[in-house]
């Protein structure tokens, strides 16, 4: 059985409504609160999934909640925390998340909460799609799915267990780190990788999208999360912006080897570098 109560979820899109399958699939009788902004996604919700309590009341919403998660985009966090302080919050709140960036998130929150005698613990499932909105919700999103926690010194042991006893019930592997090392480690991992999908994708195409009709398989593959939203990737961008600008600045070096090596014909070259960096990529565990 799960220790929480009840288990708010702050804006039901695509990771907010994939905590809501999930929750309702692995932590049956568990009672799920849903707030939404627009009545629009309220009423979705409610179709969506009957025995849920769905409104755009933010205190009706995290009303007796002992879990409350916030799905928006890291940089409506502030705000968004800010008004649910305003509210009458339970005693034993947690408030967690699921965004990409957590230095910024969590030395914003974290005080926030403190004032309203709520603990915020950061959470990054780290599971997603270039897919948004509900409709493509999936209960399985987070199974085996790495979920990163970033407790600091100020984050009771007990809360940081409770938190994530929560993410286990959902199928993920845990692994704590600081947010600082959170953020290096994101911005190698899942944020360089979308910028790389970015730049393929307008250097392919930028000015001639007729070569669509002959892309395959490794087109797709390589640019698959050039689709997600950008108003949310902007978010990250800059919200781990010192981190990213490391990382590219590693890509932009390795970018101008390789046009080196091509520029020389130095065959053998371009060998040992075709090598390396497939010895690097066999290294990652099969899902």
Request: aromatic share 4%.
């Amino acid at each position: 059985m799960s220790s929480e109560r009840s288990i708010a979820i702050l804006s039901p899109g695509l990771l907010g409504g994939s905590l809501i399958k999930a929750i309702l699939q692995r932590m049956p009788g568990m009672e799920v609160r849903v707030w939404a902004r627009r009545e629009e996604a309220v009423l979705e919700v409610r179709r969506e999934f009957s025995a849920v309590i769905a409104s755009t009341n933010m205190a009706e919403a995290l009303q007796g909640a002992s879990l409350a998660v916030l799905c928006m985009p890291v940089q409506f966090m502030p705000e968004i925390a800010r008004q649910m302080t305003a509210c009458d919050l339970a005693d034993d709140l947690i408030v967690t998340d699921v965004g990409s960036v957590k230095g910024a998130v969590v030395s914003g929150l974290e005080p926030i909460f403190a004032k309203a005698r709520a603990v915020f613990i950061g959470s990054h499932p780290m599971a997603g799609s270039q897919l948004t909105g509900i409709a493509n919700a999936s209960a399985d999103l987070f199974h085996r799915a790495a979920c990163l926690l970033t407790p600091t010194p100020a984050s009771s042991r007990r809360l940081v267990e409770r938190l994530k006893s929560f993410w286990l019930r959902l199928g993920c592997r845990v692994l704590e780190m600081t947010p600082q090392a959170h953020d290096r480690c994101v911005a190698r991992v899942s944020h360089l990788p979308h910028a790389m999908a970015v730049l393929t994708t307008l250097a392919a195409l930028h000015d001639d999208t007729s070569v669509l009709d002959s892309a395959a398989g490794g087109f797709r593959d390589t640019t698959r999360v050039a689709g997600g939203d950008p108003a949310m990737w902007a978010g990250i961008f800059l919200n781990n912006r010192d981190e990213v600008i490391d990382a590219l600045e590693d890509a932009a070096e390795s970018m101008r080897e390789l046009v080196e090596m091509l520029r020389r014909m130095d065959e053998e070259a371009l060998r040992r570098f075709l090598a390396r960096a497939k010895a690097l990529r066999d290294l990652l565990p099969a899902v």
